[in-house]
């Protein structure tokens, strides 16, 4: 049980973490993505304001000399402002081109930046293709674009973003080498570490369903001595008082003892496995729980598909259909239970269905405790003992299947998934 929540918990714990790992890198590289494009096309206007041809009137305007940086001339130093965009590094070492043409679409200039990157044959046809989109701005290949149509001629600015974007895939090659090592490192950290965490509370595990399973078989004997030595004095003596208080909790003591000793075999036995019918025996059990269920007011609406067949023993599985039929009985609050068995893909699915309050969800987690009941005020008169649905929950698993409980609409739903094995 402990191994298999441990191996559930690193599960949870793995996939938790390569999602945050996954959504923060997402995220990390659209941010970059956006800031590095806006970036580039800002870089790209400011080259497109500042581009003209030889003999073109209304040049870029001059820039405005710097202001004085110190308080020589007898006022106070005024802020320093941010130098202009073409004066900036990134600015200077990034590759334009740029592609002019005049009336009838005839090419008038060529700029391929000095670089062999993009010949001049190149440039002109990607600009062609621009221009017969219509767009007036962004991205082909690697390169981004402005279109600006200006008195004279039609201006295909563009700028070269390889650089740039390589720089950040190489940024993502390396967190995806790294972040994946990272993860692997922190998994077998974690399966190392909840291996020494959750040892003892295994072995704390072990040695409590030791003591049920050896206490169990310690009583059995003494109350079964008991039983008999009550039956010879009551013989004797005849009908006491006493006597019958001796007897009626020697009964219940039995009763709890039996159950115990069903739940460590549950838990602990290896039981034979053979093919058994499953819809069978939920027939068979429904068929024999009626006269219970007809002597308490209740009946029994039955949807069970036939030849179910699976891998199981045949004990446990009429004892785990009896435990949630007899459940039912005595926790309903209508006069109709629902039984369900269907195949759904590779499953046998049960479902036992009653009326009944909506079990708070702090109270459905201890559901299948050992001698949890829901119902605190609730003594053991019927000599139930809350291992019932312990058990129902050991056969269940020892069978490789889940079982779980839910309440809707005035509806408590017991269900039962089983892999058919054959």
Known sequence: MFKQSRKKIILAIMGSLVLLFAITLSVIMLASYREIRQENMEMLKRHVELYYLAGETGGPADLPPEAPMNGFDGHAPAPREKPPLDQKPDYQLSTFYSVAFGDNETVIAVDNGEKEVYSEEELIGIAREILTGNNTSGRSGALTYIVEHRPDYTLVAFMDNTVSESGLRTLLHNVLIIGSTAILLMFFISLYLSSRIIRPLEENDRKQRRFI??????????????????????????????????????????????????????????????????????????????????????????????????????????????????????????????????????????????????????????????????????????????????????????????????????????????????
Not at 384 to 409: N, R
């Open 213 to 422: 399973s050896d206490a169990s078989h310690e009583l059995k004997t003494p109350v079964a001595v008991i039983s008999t030595n009550a039956e010879l004095l009551s013989r004797e003596i005849g009908e006491n008082e006493w006597l019958s208080n001796i007897r009626y909790e020697n009964e219940r003591m039995g009763g709890l003892v039996t159950q115990l000793l069903d739940l460590s075999r549950a838990e602990n036995a290896e039981a034979p496995v053979e093919q058994v019918d499953f819809s069978r025996i939920v027939t068979g059990e429904t068929l024999a729980l009626e006269t219970l269920a007809f002597d308490c007011g209740r009946t029994f609406r039955a949807d069970i598909e036939d030849d179910i067949i699976l891998a199981g023993n045949r004990t446990q599985l009429t004892q785990l259909v009896s435990i949630l039929l007899d459940n039912a009985i005595r926790h309903t609050t209508g006069n109709e239970i629902g039984i369900s068995l269907k195949r759904q893909g590779h499953h046998a699915v049960l479902d036992v269905i009653n009326d009944g309050d909506e079990i708070p969800p702090d109270k459905q987690e201890h559901l299948f405790d050992r001698f949890y009941r829901v119902d605190e005020a609730r003594n053991s008169e019927e000599r139930h003992y809350g291992l019932g649905l312990s058990i129902a929950k050991a056969v269940t698993e020892k069978h490789g299947g889940i079982i779980d409980v839910s309440c809707k609409d005035g509806k408590v739903r017991f269900t039962v998934s089983i892999p058919i094995k054959k």
